[in-house]
C-alpha cells in the first residue's frame, strides 16, 4: 500500500508542476484566481488551458481540490460555513465541471466551443442539485453552483476588450484560530504568484507526512477520478493493480461528528413541506385546486403507511395467539348502520356564519365570557388549540383596550359552543367576521356518505360509506366462532378505508373525510369484574406498540372520559394522546362498549349473536374491548417523531428518524465509482439480493456523502458501500443513519443485520 501511495503522490506532485506550466504557458491570458486556499488554477481563461494540458492533470487537480477541502474540514475544524470552505469548494465544483465537459484531450478545441461545454456541464451540475438531490436555491452548495454559472455565462458573452471578465466578489477571510492562512494573492497578471506556488509545494509536502488516513484519502479521490478521466477518455480502466487498495478510503470515510439538536415538535407546515418534497403525502386533485379532507400518497407515502400497516397486523395479529384477522365490504347493507346507531345519531353539531357561509363544528368552536369589574364586557371565541384559556384573555385584552375600560378584568373558563345558552349563542362572535350576531344554533350534521347501490336510484337504494370498520367485525362475529377456531377472550382485527363527510377537516392528515382505521373487537366474558383489567392490557399492549415503532414516549399520554361524556352503552374509554404539530390530541381510542353492538344487531337482525363458552358451559352475549386507531393519524404521529435536524460534521441535517420497521426505504446500495464494473457488478448483486427481501435503493449519482445525506432526507436507516475492498474481502461499509457510524461488515453479516433492525 505504501508503494501505492508513492505512486499515486508522483501523480499527485505531476499535477503540481502541470499547473506550474500553465502558469508559465497562459498568464497573458488570466486575470482572476478564485479564493481557493491553496491549489489555485487561474480562472478566466482556463478552460482553453484545461483544453490544451493532459486530462489527467484536470483530473488530478480535481482529486488535489478534493483534498484541500477535506483538509480545511477535517484537520483545520472549518465548517462549511467558513469563507476559506466555500471558496475551496467553489473551486471544487469548477474544476469537475471542467473535468467532466472536457472533450478528448488531444483535440484542442476553440475557446468558445469548451467555455460552452463548461456552461452545459455547469448547467447540469445547478440541475442535478436542484432535481435529484432536492436542494433548493437557498442552499449553498446551490448558491455557489448557481455563481459559477453566472461566472462562466459572463465570460461567455463577448467581452468589452477592455474590460476583465466579472470575477467572483472578493470575499472577506475570517481569520480565526486554527483557520489556514489567507490565500496568497495572486500575480498582477492573474497568474499564480509566488506565494500560490509556494502553497502548492506546501500542499504536496504536507500530503506527503500527514498521517494515513489523510494519504489514503487523498489517494482514494485521485483513484476515483482518475477512473473516471479514463471514461472521458474511451480507454480502458485502470488496470486493477493501479487500484487503491485503499479504495474504502473515500467509501469508508470515518464516522462524522453528530451534534443532536433537542428535538421540538415540528410545525404543521414542516410537515406539510417534507412530505410534498419527499413524496410522501399529496393534496387531493391538486391539479385542480385540491379537494378538501382528501389526500393522495406519494411513492415514499405509500411504503410508509404500508409499512405502518404492516407492523400494527403484525403486532396485533400475527405475534399473538388471540387475534386473528378479516376484511370486510365498505358498503353494507343500510341495515347495519340503522342497527349500530349511526343513521339516527352519527353527526356532529354543526354551526353556520351567516355572514362568510364558513361552517363550524360547535364542540370545536370555543367561547369565554369577559367582565371588568363583574360587568359584562363580551364575549370572546376562538378555535380549539391546547392553550385555549390564555388566548381567550389575550383577545378579552384587547376587548377591553378597544372600550378603554378600566378596572379589573375576568374571563370565564373556556367552554364550546353546545354548552352557550340561546342568548349567550347570540352574543359570542363569528371567529371569521369578529362580530356577534352571525352564528346560527347548532344542528345535527350526519357525517355518513351516501351512495346509491344498483339502477335505481331512490330512497330504496339509498346505501352509506362506511365511517367506521368496526361494524363489519360484529356482523361477522358469528362467521368467525364457526369457522375460526376462536375462544373467548379473542379478537376481531380489521385494517379498511373509512369515510367520514367531516364538517371541519383539519390539520392535514389529522382528520380527513377518507381514512384508514386499523381496528380490533376482542371479546370478552360478560362479567362485572373482568372488563377492567382487560381493557387496562390493551392499553399498555396499544402503548407498547406504539413505541415499538418509534414515536417518542414523552409525546404519548393517556385521557381517562370522564363517566358524564360516555355514550350509555360504554363501561369506559381511554384515549392515548399525542402531541400533534397543532396540539395534544387523541391518537388512538381504546373503549370498552359492553355488548351493545352485537346486541343491537341481534335485536334488527333476529339473528342470535350468542356465543357458547364451553368451559363456563353457558350461553352470552360477549362484551368487547375495541382499540382503534387511524393509520393516517399514526402516520402524522410517526411523522412528527420522526422529523429531526442535526449537525454532521459543521453541517446542518435534516432527517426523518423513522424506525427501520417503518422506513420507507430500508437501505441504499451505493457503488462507490460507477465506472468500476468489477464494482457496479457486486453492488448490483447485493442489491438485488435485499431487493427479494425489502424495498431497497441503488444510489450511483453524486458523491458518496451527498448520497448519504439524500437517504437521511427520507429517514433510509442504512447505506451500504460497495468498494474495492469489497472486492478482495467481501466486506462492505454499512452506514447508520442516526449515528453516521460506518463499519465494515460481511455481506452475510449485513443480512443478519438488517434482518434483526428490520424484523425484530
Ligand atoms: N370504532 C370506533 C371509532 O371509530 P373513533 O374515535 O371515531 O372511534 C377511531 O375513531 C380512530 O380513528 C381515532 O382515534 C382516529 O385515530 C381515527 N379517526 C377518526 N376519525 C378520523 C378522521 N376524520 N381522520 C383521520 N382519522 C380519524
Redesign the pocket.
Known amino acids: 500500500m505504501r508503494g501505492l501511495v508513492v505512486t499515486m503522490l508522483f501523480t499527485a506532485a505531476r499535477s503540481v508542476r502541470m499547473a506550474r506550466a500553465f502558469t508559465a504557458q497562459g498568464a497573458a491570458q488570466r486575470v482572476a484566481v478564485t479564493g481557493s486556499p491553496l491549489f489555485q488554477l487561474p480562472r478566466t481563461g482556463s478552460v482553453r488551458m484545461m483544453a490544451a494540458a493532459a486530462a489527467e492533470d484536470v483530473q488530478a487537480a480535481v482529486a488535489a481540490q478534493g483534498a484541500v477541502v477535506r483538509k480545511l474540514k477535517e484537520e483545520d475544524g472549518l465548517t462549511n460555513a467558513d469563507q476559506a470552505v466555500k471558496d475551496a469548494v467553489a473551486e471544487l465544483m469548477r474544476l469537475k465541471a471542467l473535468a467532466e465537459a472536457e472533450p478528448a484531450p488531444a483535440a484542442a478545441a476553440p475557446a468558445e466551443q469548451d467555455l460552452e461545454a463548461a456552461i452545459a456541464a455547469q448547467g447540469a451540475v445547478v440541475r442535478k442539485l436542484k432535481e435529484e438531490d432536492g436542494l433548493t436555491n437557498g442552499d449553498q452548495a446551490v448558491k455557489d453552483a448557481v455563481a459559477e454559472l453566472v461566472r462562466l455565462k459572463a465570460l461567455a458573452a463577448p467581452p468589452p476588450a477592455a474590460k476583465a471578465p466579472p470575477a467572483p466578489p472578493a470575499k472577506k477571510k475570517q481569520k480565526k484560530k486554527g483557520s489556514p492562512p489567507p490565500a496568497p494573492a495572486a500575480a498582477a497578471d492573474g497568474a499564480p504568484s509566488a506565494a500560490q506556488l509556494k502553497a502548492l509545494d506546501a500542499l504536496a509536502a504536507r500530503v506527503g507526512k500527514s498521517d494515513d488516513a489523510l494519504i489514503d484519502s487523498f489517494v482514494g479521490a485521485m483513484s476515483a477520478h482518475l477512473d473516471s478521466l479514463q471514461k472521458v477518455k474511451g480507454g480502458a480502466a485502470p488496470a486493477k493493480a493501479a487500484a487503491p487498495k485503499s479504495g474504502k478510503a473515500d467509501a469508508a470515510p470515518k464516522t462524522d461528528k453528530v451534534v443532536e439538536t433537542e428535538y421540538q415538535v415540528p410545525s404543521m407546515e414542516e410537515i406539510i413541506n417534507v412530505c410534498k418534497r419527499r413524496g410522501i403525502i399529496f393534496q387531493s386533485s391538486e391539479v385542480y385546486g385540491g379537494f378538501a379532507g382528501f389526500f393522495d400518497y406519494g411513492p415514499l407515502g405509500v411504503e410508509l403507511r404500508a409499512n405502518i400497516k404492516k407492523a400494527w397486523w403484525q403486532s396485533m395479529v400475527h405475534r399473538r395467539d388471540d387475534v386473528v384477522g378479516l376484511d370486510s365490504s365498505i358498503i353494507s347493507s343500510p341495515q347495519v348502520w340503522k342497527a349500530s346507531g349511526h343513521i339516527d345519531g352519527f353527526s356532529d353539531p354543526m354551526v353556520d356564519c351567516k355572514e362568510s357561509n364558513l361552517r363550524y363544528r360547535a364542540d370545536q368552536l370555543f367561547w369565554a365570557r369577559a367582565e371588568v369589574d363583574g360587568e359584562l364586557l363580551g364575549y370572546v371565541s376562538l378555535m380549539e388549540t391546547d392553550d385555549m384559556q390564555e388566548l381567550a384573555e389575550q383577545a378579552a385584552e384587547k376587548l377591553k383596550r378597544k372600550a378603554k375600560m378600566q378596572g379589573t378584568l375576568s374571563v370565564t373558563e373556556v367552554k364550546d359552543f353546545t354548552e352557550a345558552t340561546p342568548e349567550e349563542q347570540k352574543l359570542i362572535p363569528s371567529p371569521a367576521t369578529g362580530e356577534a350576531g352571525s352564528l346560527t344554533a347548532p344542528r345535527e350534521f350526519n357525517l355518513m356518505f351516501q351512495t346509491n347501490v344498483g339502477a335505481q336510484v331512490d330512497g330504496s337504494s339509498v346505501a352509506y360509506l362506511r365511517?367506521?370498520?368496526?361494524q363489519g367485525i360484529f356482523t361477522n362475529f358469528k362467521n368467525v366462532v364457526a369457522t375460526g377456531r376462536v375462544k373467548v377472550p379473542f379478537g376481531i382485527a380489521q385494517i379498511g378505508k373509512?369515510f367520514?363527510n367531516?364538517i371541519t377537516?383539519r390539520n392535514f392528515?389529522?382528520?380527513?373525510?377518507e381514512?384508514e382505521?386499523m381496528?380490533i373487537e376482542y371479546f370478552i366474558p360478560p362479567d362485572e369484574d373482568c372488563w377492567k383489567a382487560f381493557h387496562e392490557q390493551w392499553l399498555t399492549d396499544s402503548e407498547n406498540f406504539l413505541l415499538s415503532i418509534g414515536l417518542r414516549p414523552e409525546l404519548i399520554s393517556r385521557d381517562v372520559h370522564p363517566d358524564h361524556k360516555l355514550a350509555h352503552y360504554a363501561r369506559a374509554c381511554t384515549?392515548l394522546m399525542f402531541k400533534f404539530p397543532h396540539g395534544t390530541q387523541?391518537?388512538?381510542?381504546v373503549?370498552a362498549r359492553g355488548n351493545y353492538d352485537l346486541t343491537q344487531h341481534a335485536t334488527v337482525s333476529g339473528k342470535s349473536m350468542e356465543y357458547f363458552d364451553e368451559e363456563r358451559k353457558e350461553k352470552y352475549v360477549p362484551h368487547v374491548i375495541?382499540p382503534?386507531?387511524?393509520v393516517?393519524?399514526?402516520m402524522l404521529a410517526v411523522l412528527t417523531s420522526a422529523y429531526a435536524e442535526d449537525e454532521v460534521g459543521g453541517e446542518k441535517r435534516s432527517l426523518l428518524r423513522f424506525h427501520p420497521r417503518l422506513a420507507p426505504i430500508k437501505a441504499a446500495v451505493l457503488p462507490l465509482v460507477k465506472n468500476k464494473p468489477e464494482i457496479m457488478d457486486k453492488a448490483n448483486a447485493i442489491y438485488k439480493k435485499l431487493q427479494k427481501r425489502y424495498f431497497v435503493t441503488f444510489d450511483t449519482s453524486g458523491q458518496i456523502g451527498r448520497r448519504y445525506r439524500r437517504m437521511d432526507e427520507v429517514g433510509t436507516p442504512f447505506c451500504i458501500t460497495v468498494d474495492f475492498d469489497t472486492l478482495e474481502d467481501d466486506t462492505v461499509t454499512l452506514r447508520d443513519r442516526d449515528s453516521t457510524e460506518q463499519r465494515r461488515v460481511t455481506v452475510p453479516e449485513l443480512l443478519e443485520y438488517l434482518e434483526d433492525q428490520i424484523d425484530s
Open positions: 365511517p367506521e370498520t368496526a373509512a367520514r367531516e377537516p392528515i389529522f382528520r380527513s373525510r381514512f382505521q381496528e384515549d387523541e391518537l388512538q381510542g373503549a375495541e382503534s386507531i387511524g393516517d393519524r399514526l
